[in-house]
């Protein structure tokens, strides 16, 4: 029997070298199913239990492998559960195919059942690469061309299948006109490096700078030893983005670690007090936390020209790839001789996390919340993945999780989607399955979708040589970023109809599903309750009660900017006293760690 398109298409997907694809089954795909089963499942199709949490657990994939990730929707509604997934790719530049199946071509123009316009629908998220397939022959160039367009623009792409194509017998395109044939499957993207004279120019810029900074985002991950030379070289305290938190240990005494309103106060304070800003494969959007303009000379890398000069007037701008345009710098640095800048930024550094962990310590009711990531970080293995959701949660993976050996982690760093960790820990699972794998997850983002992903998560669990995934729920029962937001952004008290959650036993949910879960709602179980998840020999659902009323607080917060938060907050707040007595002690901690 002769093969159909959606048996050529696996095929092709195999010739990739795809190993899972991410999916949820429909009548418009039935033509692709069918053809998994008569493949054996290969690739293996991995079901979610929605069409974005496909999406997601493809970007995860994407993110912690390097490899594309695929995922797979029916016509219509299923197409449409995709976009938010695979805007997430797009904002955070993730290699993702999309394969969706669309109403018969006999019936489209008929609004038909689930007939959308799928091309209106993609071309924004997809606008590196969309293509609809109606004929077979058509099928090895549009998959290849996605394919290739996802690794080489970091981008999602889709491919349009009607049911009627899937099920038609494949015809390879033949040496005729208008035939378009393709290429042996593979891509081989080399590193660009920019004219010697931009990059001299750039050389002068940070030899001629006392004070230098550099600012590491996810681009600068293949550059780990340069980015540490070119440091050695001008004595530069290192502040990371977010994406880019994994780049480099925060262990090592110049790293400032994170940046922004979930960033710290050394790295508030290098950005300040530079004189000349290295900025490296990130695309930090907050230019307020950036040098004052004209303060600072500056120069930025980055492999996508279309991200240079955007967020700071740089002075030099190179376009390549981070690793050689670095080593093809380092000879034209000269190594300065006065240390004053990094050993001010090392002792900065030092007193920083003796903060950190006093404010961790602070009592709350019941647990504080800083303290969970705070007992992780002296815990985690030095081979984890780590998600991070959106939320108040995001707030503690930045400021108190210290990164360290071979740590990865990631979140949804651009669109700032709620629901991501949990399908992001599974496809983290999938690309490495011999890897330990930690999500930090906010109650609203587990109420959200993450407990229908815990069915997901024991389904495959016996997949992987390393079982362990460590799912950490903060369970506050407010949807707490916004909370907060409304009260410094708004100044205004927090409004319990929208904010307040139902109360969940996650951690018996979790038994319920077979998996393991563990409740906590004292401090002194935060650390042991760690330890039992961590030594585990499957998923873990770890069930922390935190305290709703422990402020997020920037960086750069007065106490002036407190005051005024505190004022709006006392007319209407049930429990304002105790949030203003948690704001005091922690920014005390913060400037007076050992008091």
């Known amino acids: 029997m002769a093969p159909t398109v959606a048996d050529y298409l696996l095929q092709r997907l195999r010739d990739w070298g795809v190993e899972h694809v991410f999916g949820y089954p429909g009548d418009g795909i039935n033509g692709i199913v069918a053809a998994f089963g008569e493949a054996g499942n290969d690739p293996r199709f991995v079901q979610a239990r929605h069409e974005e949490m496909a999406a997601f657990q493809a970007v995860g994939y994407a993110k912690f492998s390097g490899r594309a990730g695929v995922c797979l929707a029916t016509s219509g509604p299923g197409a449409i559960h995709l976009l938010n997934g695979l805007y997430d790719a797009k904002l955070d530049h993730v290699p993702v195919v999309a394969i969706v199946g669309q109403t018969a071509r006999t019936a489209r123009g008929g609004s038909y059942q689930q007939e959308v316009d799928l091309q209106a629908l993609l071309k924004d998220v997809a606008s590196e690469y969309l293509v609809e397939v109606t004929v077979p022959e058509q099928l090895p160039n549009a998959l290849d061309r996605a394919m290739r367009t996802a690794l080489s623009q970091r981008a999602p792409t889709a491919l349009i299948i009607p049911n009627d194509v899937q099920e038609q017998p494949y015809e390879p395109p033949k040496h005729e006109f208008k035939h378009v044939p393709s290429s042996k499957p593979g891509l081989a993207i080399g590193a660009a490096v920019p004219p010697g004279e931009e990059i001299a120019r750039a050389a002068e810029v940070l030899n001629a700078g006392e004070r230098v900074a550099i600012l590491l985002g996810q681009g600068a991950r293949g550059a780990r030893q340069e980015v540490l030379d070119v440091a050695a070289a001008t004595g530069a305290g290192i502040a990371k983005a977010l994406l880019g938190k994994d780049v480099l240990s925060d262990e090592l005494p110049f790293v400032t670690g994170s940046i922004g309103l979930l960033g710290t106060r050394p790295s508030y304070e290098m950005m300040r007090d530079c004189d000349t800003l290295l900025i490296v494969g990130s695309s930090f959007p907050y230019s307020q936390f950036l040098p004052e303009y004209g303060k600072a000379r500056a120069v930025q890398i980055d492999a996508d020209g279309g991200m240079i000069g955007m967020r700071y007037p740089t002075e030099v701008n190179l376009v390549g790839d981070a690793k050689a345009t670095l080593a093809a710098m380092l000879p034209l640095l000269r ?261």
């Open 335 to 595: 190594h300065k001789e006065d240390r004053t800048w990094r050993e001010t930024i090392e002792s900065t550094v030092d007193k920083w996390w003796d903060s950190v962990e006093a404010q961790a310590m602070l009592d709350a009711d019941p647990v504080n919340p800083m303290r969970i990531v705070h007992e992780l970080s002296s815990r985690v293995p030095d081979n984890a993945l780590i998600t991070a959701d959106s939320g108040s949660a995001t707030n503690w993976y930045a400021k108190n999780l210290r990164m360290r050996g071979d740590v990865r982690g990631s979140l949804s760093g651009t669109l700032a989607t709620m629901g991501c960790a949990v399908p992001y820990a599974i496809g983290a699972k999938f690309a490495h399955p011999d890897r330990p794998v930690i999500a930090l997850v906010g109650d609203g983002a587990m109420q959200m979708n993450g407990l229908a992903e815990l069915i997901t998560l024991a389904r495959y669990e016996h997949l992987w040589a390393d079982r362990r995934c460590v799912i950490c729920v903060f369970h506050n029962n407010d949807l707490n970023q916004v909370t907060w937001e409304l009260r410094a952004m708004g100044g205004a008290p927090k409004f319990e109809e929208s904010q307040v959650l139902p109360d969940v036993d996650y951690a018996g949910l979790a038994r319920s599903l077979g998996l393991e879960g563990i409740a906590v709602d004292k401090p002194e179980d935060v650390g042991p309750a760690w330890d039992r998840a961590l030594a585990a020999t499957g998923p873990v659902l770890l069930d922390v009660r935190c305290d709703p009323e422990v402020p997020p607080i920037p960086p750069h917060a007065t106490f002036e900017q407190v005051a005024a938060m505190t004022k709006a907050v006392l007319s209407g707040e049930p429990n304002a006293w105790h949030m203003i007595g948690q704001g005091v002690r922690t920014k005390l901690k913060e400037l007076f760690p050992g008091r």
